[in-house]
């Protein structure tokens, strides 16, 4: 009976996988369209560490780049009058190895 259930658990992986993938493109699509702070917060959730900043690019459109990190932008600002937006810092190797969203106050 084990045996059966670890099968199941397999043979969903992939559609779980490509559930996943496919959220993080819709989301992402959503943010290129609305700018709107829920779509750009479900793609920081979303994407994982290590993705390579094509990818980003592929999924949020152009950003703010700043050589050593992308920015994103939404049309809101914080608390402190800062704009909100969301950081990736990208890594030596090209990939991405922390993001946070929050106000931007430079």
Not at 33 to 53: A, P, Q
Not at 77 to 102: E, L, R, T
């Amino acid at each position: 009976m084990k045996s059966r259930g670890w099968f199941c658990v397999l043979l969903m992986l992939p559609f779980w996988c490509c559930s996943s993938g496919s959220s993080l493109r819709n989301y992402g699509q959503a943010f290129q369209k609305h700018r709107d702070y829920h779509s750009l917060k479900r793609v920081v959730d979303l994407m994982e560490l290590g993705i390579d900043t094509t990818q980003v690019k592929i999924i949020l459109g152009e950003p703010i780049d700043m050589g050593f990190d992308y920015r994103y932008l939404i049309d809101s600002v914080g608390p402190n009058g800062c704009v909100i937006g969301v950081v990736f810092h990208i890594s030596a190797a090209g990939k991405i190895d922390q993001k946070w969203i929050d106000e931007i106050c430079e």
